[in-house]
């Protein structure tokens, strides 16, 4: 190999150094955007299980990504290692071995690392430099490849040691060709290259081969950053959903506020984080470490902020449960306190004395009665009862004795009364009794029968029998009367009974 050959092949791996660099730095624009959106995406906020999601889809793309890196990775450590054997066994110059040794060390430690195969290529590359710089011994070996892989041979062992190494090169080479991930109209350029790298025992060509090798290598490492950059396109829509169902369904939760300003200081904290790390991330690897830690913590976050939600679930479902008791008692309460109103209102309705309903009561059934009666033409009367010289009995026996009387008295009228009539006290010594369905002629009837009944009951006092009578007016309910009028014309009746000489039944006609 001649000096220019060497100068060349040096030329080709700087150009691929350089090259590789800067794919490798993370320079893209689209990427640059796409982080961008991330960091606002971000910035809204996101949800548990939402993130949870995001992570699981994640996943497989990470996997997959890491697996063919890795593939590639290994194609690129067992090249490195087999370059520097072959300048190894160059026999002209003594490869320096602390450097040698460094750079093995180097390769050991970051092959696995995309982003540091071009400071591992440039290890090479001064490795070769440090070794054929070195002061000529046999100018026959000043080429790259003579001096690399010839030593004190004829030409023709010469020859066919370089058909050999050429060989070894090129499997190492169309090896190192099989596992890069490439877009497909690379297929071609691939199956040609290795025919190229295979058919080959020119170790003049060796150079432009190695030149394609490299560049396929860097479109490779290309498509790697793409694939990341497809990844973080896809993680920045998913962010970007996630913002939006927190932004309906948490931001709607008035009660959560408190912990809606915690979880989004803490959120915004992390994003912050983020974007500083992101922004002084110096390689592919480190960004995705980055963002894939960051979503992490942003995961247990919202991990908290879950466990954080199911507590205040869990209050709130013990308020309402309480809140639940609460209005059940009260409704007992209700109950009970209805029930109390309708007993105190039945006592207003009721004559404590002879447990008979009262005036008041008679008010309140009389008019809707009478309404009734007349819209359904029915007949309705209504008789004024009086005992007959009562202030007599109170004078006579005692008040007592008095209140004995008006506690008899309705128990007489009760007992020729139908079922559906209705007698009050309305007052003193005064009852009233409604006969529905009653003609005046039935109603007559059955206030005669009262006088009778009360007339005929074998009161006594302090053992000595007693008579009572009572007195009664009867009135018959005309068409479009009030019921003061029908109570008018009955006490008329009951006067002109009283005047009658007591003891009567009087009826309007
Ligand atoms: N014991 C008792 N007496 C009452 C009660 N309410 C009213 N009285 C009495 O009933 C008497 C009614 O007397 P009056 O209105 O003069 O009439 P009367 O003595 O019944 O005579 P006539 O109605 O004309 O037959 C009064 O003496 C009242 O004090 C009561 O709740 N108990």
Known sequence: MTESSSDKLIEVLRKAVSRTSMLAEGNDPKLDSVVRQIRQAITKGANAEEIQEVLNNAEPLLIQSDEALANRARQIRIALEELINLLERQ??????????KQ???????????SSQWPQLLKGFLTLAENTLNQAEVDPARSSFFKRLFNR????????KNDQDIMMQISHTLAGLMNNLSLPSHYDEDVVDLKKA???????????????EVISLIMIAIGKNQESLTNYLNQLNKQLASINESISSSYFSQKSLSESREGFSSTLQKQVNDTSKAVNSADDLDSLKNIINDRLSTISNTMTEYKTQMVEQEKHATQSITLLKNKVTRMEKDTVSLRSLLQEKLAQAMTDTLT????????????????????????SLCLAVCDIDHFKKVNDTWGHLAGDKVLRLVPKQIRSVLHKADMIFRYGGE???IIFPNTTLAQAIERADAIRLAVAKAPFNMQGEPISISVSIGVAELHTHEEPESLFSRADKQLYLAKEAGRNKVMAHK
């Open 355 to 378: 447990d008979l309903p009262n005036r008041t009561a008679y008010q309140d059934t009389i008019l809707p009665l009478c309404k009734v009666t007349q819209k359904t033409q029915k």
């Open 430 to 432: 005064e009852f009233v």
């Open 103 to 113: 750079l093995e060390a180097q390769i050991r430690l970051h092959w696995q690392s």
């Open 91 to 100: 026999e002209s110059k003594r490869v320096p071995q602390n450097e040698k």
């Open 197 to 211: 790298l295979l058919g080959n025992n020119n170790l003049q060509q060796l150079p432009t081969l190695l030149d």
């Open 152 to 159: 004190n041979r004829s030409t023709s062992d010469s020859q």
